[in-house]
């Protein structure tokens, strides 16, 4: 009897050696990496998907997580607000001294889980505080019409790079992938917003109406040059039909005086029937015989 009980616990220890030794066994997805980690010390980095093995607790443990996917982190506020947690204001300081509402979403991914893991107790909120960070001191150094308007699209920019660059210092294992706005206007508290979109709709009448009357200079100007060629244009065709006309006549007048000096009485009687052609090619000519005793009845009618 008491061999047999021997037997049994041998057979229990044995299987409970097994079932601890096969705890150790952990899967990583296509999407995920691992870090295994022994007594402490950091035995596999950024392990790759398939089937692996680490001691399990106390003297071994794994880290699993997705590296694949990407995550956000709202600035200026949270996804979802609870009462144990301190709020986060969403009201910010320009440079000017004026209040905005600036909100914003970090889109980020794991680079490197070994470095996301060991370098910070809450790498998560680190993301967030850094942006924070970034976003002040880039409001603090603007005013309040720069934020709004020209800076608007060149903040979140700026933000990203800053935000990248902090946690490269500091080997967080994180990529930022992309920083967008939320919201950025004026507060709503005491009717600030409704009077700088006032001012905003006003500015853009203006520079509306400064387009308009621009493009219509602009038009009224090439009108004008377009008429100033098109009459530069005709007197100058005009001259020069003129100028062949005069230069023609007196190349005539030359050839007809060297021909009067060479025969005055021929050509005097030829300039003279073409005269007459050309005057009485003007006129209606009426033939008649005369009647009896030579008189002539004449009846013009029209």
């Known amino acids: 009897m008491q061999g047999l009980l021997s037997y049994v616990g041998r057979a229990l220890a044995a299987t409970l050696l097994l079932t601890y030794v096969a705890s150790g066994l952990y899967q990583v997805a296509a999407d995920e990496s691992a870090v295994a980690l022994r007594l402490g010390r950091v035995v596999g980095r950024d392990v790759l998907p398939g089937m692996h093995w680490n001691p399990p607790w106390p003297f071994g443990r794994v880290v699993i997580a997705q590296t694949a996917t990407s ?15 301190s709020p986060i204001s969403d009201m910010w300081l320009t440079g000017d001294t004026n209040v905005i509402t600036a909100r914003m979403i970090v889109q980020y991914r794991i680079k490197s889980l070994t470095d996301f893991v060991l370098s910070n ?17 880039l409001l603090a150094g603007e005013g309040v019409d720069g934020v709004l308007t020209t800076r608007r699209n060149t903040i979140p920019t700026a933000v990203r790079e800053r935000v990248q660059e902090v946690l490269d210092q500091l080997e967080a294992g994180i990529d930022i992938q992309s920083v967008n706005i939320e919201e950025f206007a004026p507060p709503v508290q005491g009717g600030v917003r409704g009077a700088f979109q006032d001012v905003q709709n006003a500015k853009s009448d203006r520079e509306r109406l400064i387009h308009e009357a621009r493009a219509q200079a602009a038009q009224s100007v090439a009108e004008a040059k377009g ?28 050839a007809l005086a060297a021909q009067h000096a060479t025969s005055p009485a021929l050509t005097e009687e030829r300039l003279f029937l073409e005269t007459m052609e050309k005057v009485l090619g003007r006129t209606r000519n009426f033939v008649v015989e005369p009647g009896p005793g030579g008189s002539v009845k004449l009846r013009v009618l029209r």
């Open 121 to 137: 107790d809450s790498p998560r909120e680190l993301v967030r505080r850094t942006g924070e960070r970034a976003l002040a001191e």
């Open 71 to 85: 995550f956000i982190m709202p600035i200026g506020y949270r996804f979802q607000p609870r009462p144990d947690v």
């Open 227 to 254: 008429e100033a060629d098109r009459i530069v244009n005709a007197a100058a065709g005009s001259k020069r039909a003129r100028t062949e006309e005069a230069g023609g006549r007196s190349r005539r007048f030359a």
